[in-house]
């Protein structure tokens, strides 16, 4: 009984609400702001791409030695 009080008053003057809601003037989208920096990327790109000499002395130095452990012996924990 409840729902049907519930539903008759969730539909009364359905249609005029539609109505109202769609001929209701939409609202403007925010104006985009302008793009700016755009001459400041591409003096990063160029400096990226720029050979720096005390950089490559450094990284001429690093070293790395690498070795593989070695695998240890692995038993099943549930043997039958």
Request: proline residues 10%; aromatic residues 4%.
């Amino acid at each position: 009984m409840g729902a049907r009080v519930a539903r008759m008053f969730r539909n009364v003057n359905l249609e005029s609400r539609v109505m109202r809601e769609i001929s209701r003037e939409k609202p403007a989208a925010a104006p985009r702001h302008p793009a700016e920096g755009e001459g400041e990327a591409a003096g990063v790109s160029e400096s990226i791409h720029q050979r720096s000499d005390p950089l490559l002395s450094l990284l001429k130095t690093v070293y790395v030695e690498s070795k593989d452990p070695q695998p240890s012996e692995v038993t099943p924990p549930y043997t039958s």
